[in-house]
Structure formats: C-alpha cells, structure tokens
C-alpha cells in the first residue's frame, strides 16, 4: 500500500497538510518517497503527567507534536528516524492500560492508546515501517 501512495497527489496533500499544522516552526516534512502511513492522540507520559499528543507515521519517521487546536494546529514538533526505534509492549496497571515504550538510543518514553486495538495497530504499523526501511536499506 505504502508503494502505491509515494508519488500520489493525495499522499502530497496530507504532507502539506501536516506542515501547516505545525505552522513556521515545524521542520518541512515532504520528501521525495516519504508516505504519511497514519496518524492519532496518544497519551505520552511526560516528567509530571501524562499529556495527549498528536502522532503522525510516516514510512520512515515518525513525528508528534503538542495539540494547540485539535486537527488544526500543532506545536513543540519532535522528529525521530524509524531506523533508530525500538518497541517494547507495556504491561496494563490500574493506573495506564494499552501503552508501549519508544526508544531510542538517545530518548525512550511511555505512550498510551485508548483501546487495545489502537494499541496493537500502532505497534504493528510503526514495526511494519521500520522492517521495511531497514528491508531497504541492506
């Protein structure tokens, strides 16, 4: 599916889109192969309280932001290269149910879906980009 959509007008489109959201501050996210895979809320779990974030995947990075307007406006952009991801399934407490950690070599943290089956598509779609990417890369 991604393959079809690299040099699709509707694939350029919601790139834009993204951008736009993130206004002047964000980094230019089209690239000649890049596909917007899909997006959502998460939960992140920041240093004082868990917070919802914006997640964008792309087929080779995937980038969040904070919600300033939902669906319209983004902040505080972070960027992170799928080739350097790793993902580790949390187990469910009473307190945070349906969440993974992404790491890094630089940076981890805690994310959280709001149902299991957002969970297990997460994981699967960001794991599927990265076998891909590094599938490529050999």
């Given amino acids: 599916m991604v393959d079809r959509l690299v040099n699709s007008e509707a694939n350029a489109r919601r790139i834009s889109i993204v951008e736009n959201c993130f206004g ?3 980094q230019p996210l089209a690239e000649p192969g890049r596909v917007l895979v899909g997006e959502g809320v998460l939960t ?18 995937l980038v969040y932001g904070n919600i300033v307007i939902n669906k319209k406006k983004y902040n505080k952009q972070h960027i992170i290269p799928l080739e350097e991801v790793k993902l580790e399934s949390l187990e469910d407490d009473t307190s945070y149910q349906n ?6 070599a630089s940076k981890s943290f805690a994310v959280y879906a709001a149902t299991a089956t957002e969970k297990q598509e ?3 779609h960001i794991n599927k980009c990265i076998d891909d990417l590094l599938r490529k890369s050999k």
Avoid: E, V
């Fill in 24 to 26: 002047s501050s964000g």
């Fill in 44 to 61: 992140k779990m920041c240093r004082k309280k868990p917070k919802a974030r914006q997640f964008f995947l792309f087929n080779d990075i």
């Fill in 99 to 104: 969440g993974w950690l992404i790491r890094t």
């Fill in 122 to 124: 997460w994981m699967a």
